[in-house]
Structures are given as structure tokens and as C-alpha cells.
């Protein structure tokens, strides 16, 4: 059974560090794995999908990679600001026929001014 | 712009009340999804509709009904309203890449 871990559960880090977020899954066979954040009392905004043949995706100061032959994805958050303080999750998809996808517990990231 | 949107945002209701909740997505996404979000369980799949006229089960769909009579909409009913069932609940649409959209969340507590 497919188990998505997200360790720390939360961080707080001073503004302008980089940071990275880890995430680990069980089973290696995904299809592909999605970043979201999260602020209080909203929906998730979808960061980037990684599909399972691509081995990162960049969109302005986020990067997110992907190995599966070690169940790890991370988050790598450039330059980070206060406006990033958010939970972050991650999501894996098992199968192009499978819709239960799984979901990470979250990291709520704290970015200190 | 395109989106995905929830009515209504918060609900309080009584045990034993219907309920439904609404979601709209302007996408014209073929694949849609409810969860629900509970502190300690994380998201849950409720259920989700491949198209017009088909639905399925997720983990929890007990207590839970969708209809799909066309490509925009996906109503969730809760036949009888129980208070296990006060929670966040998330609508999704999905594009042919893949990628997941979220609605902003409706907020239903059952006194």
C-alpha cells in the first residue's frame, strides 16, 4: 500500500534562505507526483506536477524533483520570502488508471522576517 | 480565467438534514473529484466522475452521493447528515496532463 510521508512536519526558516521540502513514498511505480500549498482556511494551489519519466520541473524560484528508484521528491524554494509561509503537500497519483491519490500529512513552513 | 468554484463556503446544519454542495468548473475537464480534509486524516477521496452520467466510489463515500448530468458540475449530497461528517470539503478538477485544480473548500459543521 502506497504511504506518502512529508518530514518536518513544520519549519520556520529567516527570509531569504533557500530551503528544500522532502517528501517520500512507498512504492516506487507512481505515475506522477504534484506539489501544492496550502494557506489557512483556502483551497490548494497547485505548484508543479512531475510526471514519473521527468526527473524535475522548475516554475520561477520553486524546483521540485523526483527519484523514484528512492521514493523522494523535494521542494526546493529559492530566496524565500514571507510570503511563502504556507503548508506545502505533495501528492502521488499510482497509476494512470488510479485515482486514489495520495496525500502527504503537509509541511507548514514558517518564513521569518 | 478558467476555474473551479464551491458554494456554498460554510454551511452549519442539523443531524439528520440533506445537504448539498455545489462545485463549478469552467475548464471543461472530463475528470472531477471530492475530498474531504480532516485534521489527522489528511485528505480523503469522497468520490469522483470520469464524465456525463459516471461516478464512482473513493475511500470514504459512505453517507456521500454525486451526480454528473453535465461536464461543469459535480453536486455532493450527504443524504443525511451525520456529525461525523462536519469537515472541510474540497472539489477538484483534473486537465488531461494530469495536474490537479482545487476549489477554495466548503466549511459544513452538523450540529
Known amino acids: 500500500k502506497q504511504e506518502v510521508t512529508q518530514i518536518p512536519a513544520a519549519l520556520s526558516v529567516p527570509e531569504g534562505e533557500n530551503l528544500v521540502l522532502n517528501c517520500s513514498f512507498t512504492d516506487s511505480a507512481i505515475y506522477n507526483l504534484q506539489w501544492f500549498r496550502q494557506d489557512p482556511g483556502k483551497g490548494l494551489t497547485s505548484l508543479l506536477l512531475i510526471q514519473s519519466s521527468q526527473r524535475e520541473q522548475t516554475s520561477g524560484r520553486l524546483n521540485a524533483s523526483l527519484d523514484k528508484s528512492s521514493g523522494r521528491s523535494t521542494l526546493y524554494i529559492a530566496a524565500s520570502q514571507p510570503g511563502d509561509s504556507a503548508t506545502y503537500l505533495c501528492?502521488?497519483?499510482?497509476?494512470?488508471?488510479?485515482?486514489?491519490?495520495?496525500f502527504g500529512k503537509g509541511t507548514r513552513l514558517h518564513i521569518l522576517p | 480565467d478558467a476555474e473551479i468554484t464551491q458554494s456554498p463556503r460554510h454551511k452549519i446544519t442539523e443531524t439528520g438534514r440533506q445537504v448539498t454542495l455545489a462545485c463549478h468548473q469552467t475548464?471543461?475537464?472530463?475528470?472531477m473529484f471530492w475530498y474531504r480534509q480532516d485534521l489527522g486524516h489528511g485528505l480523503r477521496l469522497i468520490h469522483y466522475s470520469y464524465g456525463v452520467q459516471d461516478t464512482n466510489k473513493g475511500e470514504v463515500s459512505d453517507g456521500y452521493s454525486v451526480s454528473r448530468s453535465n461536464t461543469e458540475d459535480l453536486p455532493l449530497t450527504l443524504e443525511s447528515a451525520a456529525s461525523s461528517q462536519t469537515s472541510v470539503y474540497f472539489c477538484?478538477?483534473?486537465?488531461?496532463?494530469?495536474?490537479?485544480?482545487f476549489g477554495e473548500g466548503s466549511r459544513l459543521t452538523v450540529l
Open positions: 501528492a502521488v497519483r499510482p497509476g494512470s488508471r488510479d485515482d486514489k491519490i495520495i
Open positions: 477538484a478538477s483534473r486537465q488531461n496532463t494530469g495536474e490537479l485544480f
Open positions: 475548464w471543461n475537464h472530463n475528470n
